[in-house]
C-alpha cells in the first residue's frame, strides 16, 4: 500500500496568513484527495487533486480559499489562504489507484491552529 | 447523493463481550463499503473492505442490501480495540476511483 507524507505535522499560524501543506506519496496514484478533520467531527472531502489541471472542489469550498497543485502523480499541495479560527483543523492527504476494491490511504494529517 | 450513519457516537464494553459497530448507508447505486480506524495518535487506516469478505484483528462486516447496512462486529473485543471507528462508502462504478464519503465515527472504549 502507498505511504502518505505530509508535512508540516502542525502548525500554529496567524489569523489572515496562508500556509501550503504538502503531501508526497511513495508510488505513482490516480488519485489524490485532500480532507479536512475538524475537532470532533469526521472526515469532509475538500477537492480532488488532479494531475496536470484544475482540482475538483466539493461544495462548500472554493478554489481561492484552498488553492490546490498536483504537479505530478505523487506529489500535491493544498494551500489554505487568508487563515480565520475557523480553519483550525487537522488537514489529510489521501491517495488511491483507480479500480474497484481498491482502498484509500491516509497521511498522518497536518495540525493547524490559527490564532 | 450518498450518505453514510453511525447512529452511535460512543460505544463502551467490557474486554470479552462481543461488540457491534453500526453502520447504515443510503446510495442509489451498488456501493464499496469500507471500515477504517484510527488509535490514539495513528494515521487513520483500512481495516477492512465488503469486497475482500474478510476478518481483519477479528473483525468481520457484512453488506446487507437489503437493509442497507454494514455493521461491524467482533465477537470478543480487546483493550487494544478501543479506537475510533469510521464507516466509509465510494461510489462502485468502472473507470476511475471515487472519494470516500465517511460516517460520523464511532469511539468504541472497551473497559478491562
Known amino acids: 500500500s502507498a505511504v502518505i507524507s505530509q508535512k508540516p505535522s502542525r502548525d500554529i499560524c496567524q489569523r489572515g496568513t496562508s500556509l501550503t501543506i504538502q503531501c508526497q506519496v511513495d508510488s505513482q496514484v490516480t488519485m489524490m484527495f485532500w480532507y479536512r478533520q475538524q475537532p470532533g467531527q469526521s472526515l469532509t472531502l475538500i477537492a480532488t487533486?488532479?494531475?496536470?489541471?484544475?482540482?475538483?472542489?466539493e461544495s462548500g469550498f472554493v478554489i481561492d480559499k484552498f488553492p490546490i497543485s498536483r504537479p505530478n502523480l505523487t506529489f500535491s499541495t493544498l494551500t489554505v489562504s487568508n487563515m480565520s479560527p475557523e480553519d483550525s483543523s487537522i488537514y489529510l492527504c489521501s491517495a488511491a489507484d483507480g479500480g474497484l476494491g481498491r482502498p484509500q490511504h491516509f497521511g498522518d494529517g497536518t495540525r493547524l491552529s490559527i490564532l | 447523493a450518498q450518505r453514510v450513519t453511525q447512529p452511535e457516537k460512543l460505544l463502551s464494553v467490557f474486554k470479552g463481550a462481543p461488540v457491534e459497530l453500526k453502520c447504515n448507508y443510503s446510495y442509489s447505486g451498488s456501493p464499496e463499503l469500507f471500515w477504517y480506524v484510527q488509535y490514539s495518535r495513528q494515521r487513520l487506516q483500512l481495516l477492512l473492505r465488503h469486497i475482500s469478505r474478510e476478518s481483519i484483528k477479528g473483525f468481520t462486516a457484512d453488506l446487507n442490501k437489503g437493509e442497507t447496512s454494514f455493521h461491524l462486529k467482533k465477537p470478543f473485543a480487546q483493550e487494544e480495540d478501543s479506537a475510533m471507528y469510521y464507516c466509509?462508502?465510494?461510489?462502485?462504478?468502472?473507470?476511475?476511483?471515487?472519494?470516500?464519503?465517511f460516517g460520523s465515527g464511532t469511539q468504541l472504549t472497551v473497559l478491562p
Open positions: 466509509a462508502l465510494k461510489e462502485r462504478s468502472s473507470g476511475s476511483a471515487r472519494q470516500l464519503t
Open positions: 487533486a488532479n494531475q496536470g489541471s484544475e482540482a475538483t472542489y
